[in-house]
């Protein structure tokens, strides 16, 4: 399977502006876009290298038959890489993004994957994916859920596009409960992440904005019932690294 130009695969892809944010982050997305990877790096201290390898590992592909995962909001494609590293090319991947500019970075380092050949790219939205029915054994994605304001909906279009038996892993930013971490935490969110952030991006707003998005975030036990109201059984909540990131998983049935 080749990597095809992601604006033939959607052409006629209507976005959904359930999303009233979307222009503003699709712009921001853009903006970030050339120091994306090595902000992320920097900034989680290259723990979310781990956090991808655990959600992945959450989905249980095996190393049997081909299967097809969709990673939405892929950015840069770090998830697709990593699970067609894992299972040596034998899952195929849907990678779709709003975002031209990170699509445009991701099919540069897909280009240079051994197996990059099994991940082909789409520009599009999670409210509005590129698959028909009833088409994936795995939906994953990655610090961007909370980007979407009608997570019922995103969450519902992830069903509508899984096989039965397929699974679901939603890798997201949260709040630590603890007091005290939560107190470092907020310090380092609201203070210093977006002096460095916007340092080395020139788009302070961007990582500005980011602390306000987490902080917002439904907590874990709210989250989860977002995802069975979207059909999603077996769902779990694994915190992770003191609670700063968050792995939801679910299975449709």
């Not at 222009?23 to 956090?51: C, G, H, T």
């Not at 991940?119 to 990655?142: E, F, H, R, W």
């Not at 509508?160 to 997201?172: D, F, I």
């Not at 990582?207 to 779990?236: N, Q």
Request: proline share 4%; charged share 20%; hydrophobic share 45%.
């Amino acid at each position: 399977m080749s990597v095809e130009p992601w604006t033939k695969l959607n052409q006629n892809l209507v976005l959904s502006m359930n999303n009233v944010e979307l222009p503003f982050i699709r712009e921001m997305f853009d903006a970030i876009a050339p120091k994306y990877d090595f902000l992320n790096r920097s900034l989680s201290l290259y723990q979310d290298v781990i956090w991808r390898r655990r959600a992945i590992a959450s989905l249980k592909l095996g190393n049997g038959r081909e299967k097809k995962m969709m990673d939405v909001a892929c950015g840069t494609c770090d998830m697709a890489i990593e699970a067609v590293r894992r299972t040596k090319g034998r899952l195929f991947i849907t990678a779709t993004d709003f975002s031209f500019n990170m699509l445009a970075l991701g099919k540069a380092k897909v280009e240079k994957e051994p197996h990059g050949a099994s991940i082909v790219l789409a520009q599009g939205n999670g409210l509005g994916l590129p698959s028909p029915d009833a088409a994936y054994d795995a939906v994953t994605i990655a610090f961007g859920i909370r980007n979407i304001m009608d997570r019922h909906g995103a969450l519902v279009e992830f069903h509508r596009c899984l096989k039965k038996g397929g699974r679901v892993a939603v890798l997201e930013l949260t709040t630590p409960t603890h007091t005290f971490l939560r107190g470092l935490y907020l310090l380092y969110f609201q203070k210093i992440l977006p002096l460095v952030g916007g340092l080395f991006s020139k788009n302070r707003g961007a990582y500005s904005y980011l602390p306000e998005s987490v902080l917002k975030f439904p907590s874990h036990a709210e989250f989860k019932a977002i995802m069975k109201g979207a059909g999603f059984t077996d769902v779990h909540a694994r915190p992770m690294t003191f609670g700063i990131v968050t792995l939801f998983t679910g299975r449709k049935v």
